[in-house]
């Protein structure tokens, strides 16, 4: 089973239950799902890119992507409706604590210049969003196979909680913020 699955269950949910004083145990905020995209603008001129960043989204979550296409198109951009231009995994369950483990204990330490995340990067509806840079900080992708360069992004959505709530759970499960 998931360590920090393990966590939430023993010691988060009691402490958010005495914090925020639930009256019961369904009504603690949880981490619902976790949604890792890569927007591929550049797969316009070259095809490859998709295929690319298909390649290391699957390495990085052990997942396969789904392919998004354009909704619409836009002259100004050289698109076309369908075309593709990105990808995203979602995970649920032990893959997603799994990759919230890894991307909490060893990713973000190996960021460079790293100075805690934003507290204000809520939606309002206490789900979280971060953009990493470069796929690079994920020990499972291979420097010398990495063909572009390119960033992701990371939504944390969190079931039945407010940004304050979702806050103090991200903390308390050992996410670093700013201060």
Do not use: C
Not at 38 to 67: C, F, Y
Not at 103 to 128: E, K, M, T
Not at 142 to 169: H, K, M, P, Y
């Amino acid at each position: 089973m998931a360590r920090l699955r393990d966590k939430y269950a023993q010691e988060i949910v009691p402490r958010m239950m005495e914090r925020f004083t639930y009256k019961n145990l369904h009504a603690v905020p949880r981490l619902g799902k976790i949604t890792v995209s890569m927007g591929v603008g550049k797969a316009v001129e070259n095809s490859k890119r998709i295929d690319a960043a298909v390649k290391d989204l699957s390495q990085i979550t052990g997942q396969k992507p789904v392919v998004t296409k354009a909704r619409k198109s836009i002259a100004g951009f050289k698109l076309r409706q369908g075309m593709s231009v990105g990808a995203k995994v979602t995970l649920r369950g032990s893959r997603m604590y799994e990759f919230f483990d890894r991307l909490i204990s060893v990713v973000i330490p190996r960021i460079r210049d790293f100075r805690g995340f934003s507290p204000r990067a809520f939606d309002g509806q206490g789900n979280y969003s971060l953009g990493l840079t470069e796929q690079l900080v994920f020990p499972e992708v291979n420097v010398d196979d990495v063909e572009f360069v390119q960033g992701l992004n990371v939504s944390l959505t969190i079931d039945r909680s407010s940004d304050e709530e979702s806050l103090a759970l991200l903390e308390m499960f050992g996410f670093p913020f700013r201060r």
